[in-house]
């Protein structure tokens, strides 16, 4: 059975590989591309994007349905989670300091992808009794035409991230639990399986208030962990970013090749964390209820600022200044740990314990709730629901505890599948979504609040969930 698992492991390994090595290519085009194309609206309109946030954080847009700012929880949620702790501690490990510098610039390129990915799928979404469904499977077959594509990403999304994706969540919070507390990885994966089916089969509604109540409070408090050990070092801050800096552009290692595996593992695990062109955030903020598409487009920029420029490097941070990546034999979720308790005491191992089971927790919700989206997708209704909920249930339970180099690969492998899929149809429908982001400026301009109709860009077929221009409304031409 070893042998097995071994060879499986180098299979999986492999063609995970060579799929994440088209992965970056794919988004480092498309950031470039669209983020001429759009003058950079992740930039230019960032004071648009943070008043959004503050107003969905204060006021519902609807007494229907999930609210702008519910949605941005289930998005963070995804985000934010085992890429941001462990996956951090393996750039660092695998790449060194320098790899921060890469998961920075992939996350200011991502912005522009989340927003066209976002957007688009609340153009295309469709209404499903009180809520909304959406997502890259929804606009592959609205707007590029490909049924089958939309099937092809909508079986792989379910595979991915509602399988494997989530019992790799649940294996991380196990690894956590038991690093800390000494609690056995198997009471814990009972735990995590009891409390996940108590909160998906209260459907999304209940997903997401969960995220809505833990996402603010697990990132604040993980933030303040972070912010103490910078305090502690603070003569050492700018020896770290020194080091950063050196390392990301070490052209002395460039002819040995060492150069090349400090982009990549910087790249890699800043796609892998923040999720642009997954197709996750898009699908999760398709549930919200926006008068204008572009706002959740902008709230997706939004979601990959704190992902990855403020969580991943605050554990980034930790891990460089407490220097155990040169000591320690730990990889992951247990070396991140290991740097916090080093620097702050044990007592913050414990409370970060706390931060990663809720960072896990939310994770495995919204990425139940993308898995619950393509199966809508496929089935046209809710056929089959309550058998994938019991599937993924027991998914987490062998999740948590299964050995996490397999869990990772595989993990790794589905994510790059459904990237592909997904960045690849978006370099043909982006200008759609920059059509739609101009729409959203114009009437900005002229001091309104946006409003979006079937008809505001003139020749958008397959159009469902939006109402048409009333009589003398003003429309782009």
């Known amino acids: 059975m070893e042998g097995f698992l071994t060879s499986l492991n180098d299979i999986v390994l492999w063609i995970g590989g060579n799929l994440w090595n088209l992965v970056l290519v794919l988004a480092t085009l498309l950031g470039v591309i669209y983020g001429f194309r759009s003058k950079f609206i992740q930039f230019r309109m960032w004071g648009e994007t943070m008043r959004l946030v503050r107003d969905r954080a204060t006021q519902r847009e609807d007494g229907e349905g999930v609210s702008g700012f519910q949605a941005l929880c289930i998005t963070l949620g995804g985000c934010i989670g085992t890429g941001n702790v462990a996956g951090v501690a393996m750039a660092i490990v695998y790449g060194g300091p320098g790899a921060v510098f890469w998961m920075w610039l992939i996350a200011l390129l991502g912005m522009v992808t989340s927003f066209i990915e976002n957007t688009l799928a609340q153009v295309y979404k469709e209404k499903e009794g009180l809520v909304f469904r959406g997502g890259p499977s929804y606009y592959m077959e609205k707007a590029a035409g490909s049924r089958l594509l939309g099937v092809i990403y909508a079986l792989s999304m379910i595979v991915s991230l509602g399988f494997a994706l989530a019992a790799l969540q649940a294996n991380t919070i196990s690894l956590s639990v038991n690093y800390s507390m000494k609690i056995p990885e198997l009471a814990t994966a009972i735990i995590i399986a009891v409390f996940v089916a108590l909160v998906i089969f209260g459907g999304i509604k209940r997903i997401a208030t969960a995220a809505e109540l833990s996402v603010p409070f697990m990132t604040i408090v993980y933030i303040a962990l972070a912010f103490g050990v910078i305090l502690v070092n603070i003569t050492e801050v700018p020896r770290m970013f020194a080091l950063i800096f050196t390392e990301a552009f070490n052209f002395k290692a460039a002819a040995g090749g060492a150069i090349g595996n400090v982009i990549y593992q910087g790249l890699k695990r800043g796609v892998f964390s923040n999720g642009a062109g997954q ?151 982006g200008g759609i979504a920059i059509k739609v982001g101009e729409d959203y400026i114009r009437q900005r301009k002229m001091g309104l609040e946006p409003i979006f109709y079937r008809d505001s860009i003139p020749g958008l077929k397959n159009i469902e969930a939006w109402d048409p221009a009333p009589q003398g409304a003003k429309i782009a031409e």
């Open 279 to 429: 197709g996750d955030a898009p699908t999760a903020g398709a549930s919200a209820t926006v008068s204008h598409p572009a706002k959740q487009g902008l709230l997706g920029t939004f979601a990959i600022f704190i992902d990855t420029i403020v969580v991943c490097t605050a554990t980034a941070f930790v891990i460089i200044l407490s220097e155990v990546y040169l000591t320690s034999s730990l990889v992951g979720i247990e070396l991140s740990q290991h740097a916090f308790s080093s620097m702050l005491g044990g007592w913050a191992g414990i409370l970060l314990s706390l931060c990663i089971v809720l960072f896990c927790f939310t994770s495995i919700m919204s990425n139940y709730y993308c898995g619950e989206s393509c199966l809508a997708f496929l089935t046209r209704g809710t056929q089959g629901r309550t058998l994938y909920r019991v599937i993924f249930v027991v998914a987490i339970f062998f999740g948590g505890i299964t050995g996490v180099d397999l869990m990772w690969n595989i993990a790794d492998m589905f994510c790059a599948i459904i990237v592909n899929i997904n960045m690849m149809t978006l370099l043909f429908l």
